[in-house]
C-alpha cells in the first residue's frame, strides 16, 4: 500500500528495517526502566520500544551518510497532494530548523503560521502533536536526537514533545503531506500502548511537570527579549 501511494507520486526511498521489540536484548539498548518510573505513567511497551529504537536507527543513517535532510516515514502513512509541494516549502524556510511535522493523527493541536509558500503554511506548534510517523529530519536534527534520547523513558512522540520545547527547533507544514492509512501500526503487534495499565497520579504529575517546563521556557524567551 505504501509502495503504491509512493510510485503515484514518483516517490523514491530507501527502506530501513524495523528493530522488533520482541527480543529481551531489545530492552538494554537504551530504555531506562528506572527513569520510565518518574517520566512516565506506564511501562513502555516492546512494540514502543522497538519503534523508538527504529527511528534512532534512522536518524543515524541520516548522520552516517551526512544528509542534508531526509524524510522519515513509518509504515501506516500513504502519500496526499501537498508532498508535491513539500522541497519547494522546505528551500524557502529561512530559519534554523531540527523537525518538521508531516502527519497529525488527530488535527487538535493549535498552531501558529510562520509563512505561506505554494499553497501549504508552515506552522509552529504550541505543542507539539502526539504520533511520529511522517517528519522531515535535518542533519543537525539528527544529531541532536541521538544525543538526547542515548538514554530514554517516555515513548518517541512524548519525548519529542519534550525535546522540542527547547532542545529541537521544531515546525510543521498543512495541510499534512501526508495521512494516516490505520490507526495503529505493525508495532502493535508487540503491544499497544492503550494495553498497559497506568499509574494516573504519576500521570498527572507529568501533566504538571510538563506545563511547569512550557512556562519556563516561556519566561527564558520572554527575559531573553527584553534585556
Same mark, same amino acid.
Given at each position: +500500500? ?22 529481551? #536484548?531489545? +530492552?538494554?539498548? @537504551? ?7 518518574? !517520566? ?9 520500544? $522497538? ?21 522519515? &516515514?513509518?509504515?501506516?502513512? +500513504? ?6 509541494? &513539500? ?13 518538521? #511535522?508531516? !502527519? ?14 505554494? @499553497? ?10 502526539? @504520533? ?27 519525548? &519529542?514533545?519534550? /525535546? ?6 521544531? /515546525? $510543521? ?20 500502548? #492503550? ?9 498527572? =504529575?507529568?501533566?504538571?511537570? =510538563? ?9 527564558? !524567551?520572554?527575559?531573553? &527579549?527584553?534585556?
Amino acid at each position: +500500500m505504501f509502495t503504491q501511494s509512493a510510485k503515484h507520486y514518483s516517490a523514491e526511498f530507501s527502506v530501513i528495517t524495523a528493530i522488533k521489540g520482541s527480543s529481551d #536484548n531489545v +530492552m538494554h539498548q @537504551g530504555y531506562s526502566k528506572r527513569a520510565n518510573k518518574l !517520566n512516565y505513567y506506564k511501562k513502555l511497551t516492546l512494540g514502543e520500544i $522497538g519503534c523508538f529504537l527504529s527511528h534512532r536507527k534512522a536518524w543515524s543513517f541520516i548522520v552516517e551518510h551526512k544528509l542534508a535532510f531526509a524524510v522519515v &516515514l513509518e509504515d501506516d502513512v +500513504m502519500f496526499e497532494h501537498s508532498f508535491q509541494q &513539500l522541497d519547494k516549502v522546505i528551500d524557502k524556510i529561512n530559519e534554523p530548523w531540527d523537525y518538521i #511535522n508531516l !502527519n497529525e493523527v488527530h488535527e487538535k493541536r493549535s498552531a501558529t503560521t510562520v509563512f505561506m509558500s505554494e @499553497g501549504v503554511s508552515v506552522v509552529k506548534y504550541n505543542k507539539l502533536p502526539i @504520533g511520529a510517523s511522517a517528519q522531515v529530519i535535518s542533519y543537525s536534527g539528527a544529531e541532536k536526537l541521538l544525543k538526547y534520547t542515548e538514554s530514554f523513558s517516555r515513548p518517541l512522540d512524548v519525548e &519529542l514533545q519534550w /525535546l522540542a520545547v527547547d532542545k529541537i527547533k521544531a /515546525l $510543521g507544514i498543512k495541510p499534512y503531506p501526508f495521512k494516516t492509512r490505520k490507526l495503529h501500526s505493525d508495532i502493535d503487534q508487540f503491544g499497544r500502548r #492503550n494495553s498497559v495499565s497506568g499509574n494516573p497520579v504519576v500521570k498527572v =504529575f507529568n501533566l504538571i511537570k =510538563f506545563q511547569a517546563h512550557l512556562f519556563k521556557h516561556f519566561c527564558l !524567551n520572554f527575559w531573553f &527579549l527584553n534585556h
